[in-house]
């Protein structure tokens, strides 16, 4: 089959590898549909991520048709599912209170170290993200192995296209879950890091948990225009004061809430942003903690810091007193995925969210190198990228 493979720093191509194959009783192979280019992604594209090694198929966001299962998948043939990126067991302590992106079981124990001894805890299993969560191959391909399909799979509807509900792999659970977890409150001003996807599902998702203000940040003008599509106040971080602004929006107080969408790579030439570039970039440091940082000076005293961004190293400079000092709660961590899939599902259905609006471009699986570079390099157009499998 076809797949998209990672070769080195921005060094991605189309191979043919090997076809995937039932391996234990649980599992389903896919025959993918549709599939995604996530802003997480490039942090593998960046080289930012340890353990990748050369020929590991990327790919988290993805859904297809059933073509093959094992004995216990609850699965059927010809089924249309999308596919959480985050691997439960459904079985384990975490699984069964609803963590499955902290289950026990689903990332193999020859893996396990490595996160074990960065984390003090081993990191459960993702699809096309490295080995120290697995080394599972991703579904930037043709075809896909499913492990632990009787748990994670959602089945779709007859009547919804793809892209209506190929973003329930990841991006629009990961936005509701960082609002949840930002928890807001009504008449909540929110303030937003970063307008990628993540972002703009994390704002939409305020605004119908009934945020009376969301406000935006970001600097390129078509993601900023996206967010403001949806409700939110805009602020361009290059040629706005942040903390001065939400100050003056917020009559003084700060937000309620805030959101850092924006995770291990930052943007903008603050100077501890590019401190950090230079670190990154010798090997020295795994994180760009700038948008964190402002967001945990503007938030206001005994408000809320939800962190969906994705980070993993340590951090340098970390506003510890600033978080003791105001009372501020923080959340993160990768996203339930599974906890999720119904109700928004549910909600897709309705016509309550549209999970459309931020694609920006469709290629077939062949123009994936292209759609990486782009994705990285021209983000002001290229806000989300769908890949099509088996498209001329």
Known sequence: MRALTWHGTHDVRVDTVPDPEIINPRDAVLQVTSTAICGSDLHLYDGVIPTLQKGDILGHEFMGKVVETGPKSTLKKGQRVVVPFTIGCGACYFCEKQQFSACDNSNPVANQDISEKLYGHAMSGLFGYSHMTGGYAGGQAEYVRVPFSDVGPVVVPDGLEDEQVLFLSDIL??????????GIEEGDTVAVWGCGPVGLFAI???LLMGADQVIAIDHYPRRLELARSLGAKIINFETTKVGEALMEMTG???????IDAVGMEAHG???DNLLEIAKQKVGIGADR???????IMAVRKGGRVSVPGVYGGFLDKFPLGAMMEKGIEIRTGQTHVQRYSED???RIEAGEIDTT???SHRLPLEMAPE????????QNEWTKVVLKPGAA
């Open 252 to 258: 003084g107080i700060g937000p309620d809430a805030v």
């Open 289 to 295: 903690g700038h948008a964190l940082r402002e967001a």
């Open 371 to 378: 759609g990486y570079r782009n994705f990285r390099d021209n």
């Open 357 to 359: 609006f931020l694609i």
């Open 269 to 271: 030439f603050a100077i």
């Open 173 to 182: 659970p990961t936005g509701w879950m960082a609002a949840e977890n930002a």
């Open 204 to 206: 939409q998702s305020a």
């Open 344 to 346: 928004l599902l549910r």
